[in-house]
């Protein structure tokens, strides 16, 4: 998911009081407190205060969401890159890193085997294979797959 510009609370709160209806109901509200009942016209506002902050409230909740959706959908992934092991976001893979692999990981980009050590994986949202696949030296591997055994090392290709 591509990453968005945060919208600050000023900003959401323009957003929210630029709307049509929510406009004519506090400019209903305004009328009535200048021309008739100030309490009449609080009446009318008060649902404007109370939709404005709720819609606040939501947005703040759906832009947490989305960053927590965007963490699951670029888990960190261990790479040796020279000579050194660093975790990266799955994101910043590249062409011939070499993932380090364990139990518990998703794959983060495709690539070939090249040590394994009891290395099994689970393939079914690609095959439907309901059983761990066996990964040999040489086995290719599926980037979303999961090490459900084992360790080895995988280079992106």
Excluded: F, Y
Aim: net charge negative; aromatic share 0%.
């Amino acid at each position: 998911m591509p990453d968005r510009e945060r919208r600050g609370v000023v900003r959401a709160a323009v957003g929210v009081l630029t709307e049509p209806m929510l406009l004519a109901l506090l400019a209903a509200g305004a009328v009535n407190m200048a021309v008739n009942d100030p309490v009449d016209g609080a009446m009318l506002l008060s649902p404007a205060v109370l939709v404005t902050l709720v819609a606040l409230v939501q947005q703040a909740r759906a832009e947490r969401a989305l960053d927590r959706l965007r963490e699951l959908a670029s888990p960190p992934a261990t790479v040796v890159r020279d000579g050194r092991r660093r975790t990266v976001p799955s994101r910043e893979v590249v062409l011939g890193d070499l993932l380090v692999v364990g139990e518990g990981n998703r794959i983060a980009a495709d690539g070939e085997v090249v040590s394994a050590e009891g290395l099994a994986m689970d393939e079914a949202r690609l095959t439907g294979e309901s059983l761990p696949v066996e990964k040999d030296p040489g086995s290719q591997v599926a980037a979303g797959t999961l090490v459900v055994r084992g360790s080895g090392a995988v280079v992106v290709s």
